[in-house]
């Protein structure tokens, strides 16, 4: 159950496979490299990835119930933050992640209705959204990316629509 892909700088293609709790890469003509991750919360390890993002440096950004992880190219794990026993920034269901050109990391957190603001340490930076229909407010927000301007761009699934933050 596929659920999201992000392709770095050389072609490869990863992809959070959601049911399976895992990770897989793959070259860029398909074939199969490597995977990495099981089911549970431990470091490595994934309670259905949502969210895969790719920062410039090649570092592997991971979503998933159980929060936020960081991962080298080849899966090696480097750190996680968030989640629902997580750090001073608790949050369950994060969706979406995308990563801007500064190397900030965005989620999208589908129960809070909100979009999270992280460096690429993890360190909490802001937080914007509520539940409603307005500007700035999400009813299951899912998918989320970035553009070359520093544009954040946010499905909310619940309202059919697209929100742009600048």
Do not use: C
Not at 68 to 83: E, H, T
């Amino acid at each position: 159950f596929p659920k999201d892909i992000a392709v770095d700088a050389l072609g490869n293609v990863y992809v959070a496979d959601s049911f399976n709790h895992r990770i897989q890469k793959f070259s860029a003509s398909g074939v199969f490299i490597t995977e990495w991750g099981a089911h549970g919360r431990g470091d490595g390890e994934f309670e259905y990835p949502e969210g895969i993002a790719i920062d410039a440096q090649g570092h592997l950004f991971v979503a998933d119930s159980s929060g936020i992880q960081k991962f080298s190219s080849s899966g090696s794990f480097i750190s996680r933050w968030g989640g629902e026993d997580g750090d001073d920034v608790e949050f369950s269901t994060p969706t979406g992640i995308a990563i801007d050109g500064e190397g900030s990391v965005y989620v999208a957190v589908r129960n809070s209705q909100a979009v999270l603001k992280f460096n690429s340490s993890g360190m909490f930076l802001a937080r914007w959204g509520s539940n409603g229909s307005g500007d700035g407010e999400f009813e299951l927000p899912h998918g989320i990316a970035s553009d070359v301007q520093g544009n954040v761009y946010v499905v909310d699934t619940g309202n059919n629509r697209i929100q742009k933050f600048s």
